[in-house]
């Protein structure tokens, strides 16, 4: 199998579970965390290396900044047969209880990005000519309705989330096996965590983002990002189980530049927050491999009874 273009990988890395920063300087600060570390690719925005974390090999890989090269990653990942991926990522709070380092695991993400609105069929194109088309046209199972009401029957199976399920917003959403599996390793650290909403969007200075963060606030959404609505649309479409673990940089109504150059600098809470997500990751991901396992162990077993 030829390598992937962007990439720079193919199946033999050995690997079916990605962790995946937006910050390549973070696959090092991942790498600590494993064994028998082996540099895989660096690649435009996307560096990578696996190795072993117990007895699970492990992708890491950065994505870069944004929905777009996130998408570029899930799909060429799913062609070399990843089937679990989980975002770690830093995030401003939308609501004041919040603190620094806190983590955030996304249940699900306001589509407010150019990339997973392109893939759930709710992008609004500049041709009108084409919007017309595309409207009278649309068919599939992800349309905008469907998609709602899919996050909205997930949200009612009680994953704990603290936003509110809203039917006038667009959502992507998790997988909720490997939400709980971040739950339970979240737990299993004592990392301070909430469950619930983050919101995506593609222009972090843009004039109005605060009157907008105000809006999503009054919703319940617990954060903002770049990422994950994403992540979790093309991984639904790919038949990828996705989680997200965000960790909190800039706390409500404080300064996006202040956290973020903070955060970089390895501010005490929020160095914490990043070594928490990247362990509750890595838990997550060999929790998730274990379960499969046991499900294929089990399936040969009822086979060689008949």
Same mark, same amino acid.
């Given at each position: 199998?030829?390598?992937? +273009?962007?990439? &720079?990988?193919?199946?033999?890395?050995?690997?079916?579970? $990605?962790?995946?920063?937006?910050?390549?300087?973070?696959?090092?600060?991942?790498?600590?965390?494993?064994?028998?570390? #082996? #540099?895989?690719?660096f690649n435009r925005e996307y560096k990578s290396i696996t190795g072993m974390y117990k007895d699970s090999r492990i992708l890491a890989i950065s994505t870069g900044m944004g929905g777009p090269s996130a998408a570029i990653c899930i799909e060429e990942l799913a062609d070399i047969g990843i089937k679990n991926?989980?975002?770690?990522?830093?995030?401003? %709070?939308?609501?004041?209880?919040?603190?620094?380092?806190q983590l955030v695991l996304c249940d699900r993400a306001v589509c407010d990005d150019g990339t997973s609105q392109t893939y759930l069929d709710y992008?609004?194109?500049?041709?009108?000519?084409?919007?017309?088309?595309?409207?009278?046209? &649309?068919?599939?199972?992800?349309?905008?309705?469907?998609?709602?009401? &899919?996050?909205?029957?997930f949200a009612q199976q009680g994953s704990g989330t603290n936003g509110i399920a809203d039917e006038s917003i667009c959502y992507a959403h998790c997988d909720g096996s490997l939400l709980q599996c971040c739950e339970v390793a979240a737990k299993d650290l004592n990392a301070p965590y909430i469950v619930g909403a983050t919101r995506c969007h593609? $222009?972090?200075?843009?004039?109005?983002? +605060?009157?907008?963060?105000?809006?999503?606030?009054?919703?319940?959404?617990?954060a903002s990002d770049m990422e994950t609505a994403a992540v979790f649309a093309v991984s639904s479409l790919r038949g990828i189980r996705a989680a997200s673990i965000l960790n909190v940089v800039v706390e409500w109504r404080?300064?996006?530049?202040?956290?973020?150059?903070?955060?970089?600098?390895? %501010?005490? %809470?929020? $160095?914490?927050?990043?070594?928490?997500?990247?362990?509750? $990751?890595?838990? %997550?991901?060999? #929790?998730?491999?274990?379960?499969?396992?046991?499900?294929?162990?089990?399936?040969?077993? &009822?086979?060689?009874?008949k």
């Open positions: 199998m030829d390598k992937m +273009p962007h990439i &720079q990988l193919d199946s033999g890395i050995g690997a079916v579970s $990605a962790i995946l920063p937006g910050d390549p300087a973070r696959v090092d600060s991942i790498a600590e965390f494993l064994t028998d570390v #082996r #540099r895989e690719a991926v989980i975002r770690i990522g830093s995030c401003g %709070a939308l609501q004041k209880g919040l603190s620094l380092g992008f609004r194109y500049a041709s009108p000519d084409y919007m017309k088309k595309t409207l009278s046209s &649309q068919q599939g199972s992800l349309t905008r309705k469907n998609m709602m009401l &899919q996050t909205d029957a593609d $222009a972090l200075y843009l004039r109005k983002k +605060p009157e907008l963060d105000a809006f999503y606030s009054g919703k319940g959404i617990l404080k300064d996006i530049a202040e956290g973020i150059s903070s955060y970089k600098d390895g %501010a005490a %809470a929020t $160095a914490e927050g990043e070594k928490n997500e990247i362990l509750t $990751a890595l838990e %997550a991901l060999h #929790r998730i491999s274990g379960e499969d396992r046991e499900v294929k162990i089990s399936g040969g077993k &009822q086979h060689e009874k």
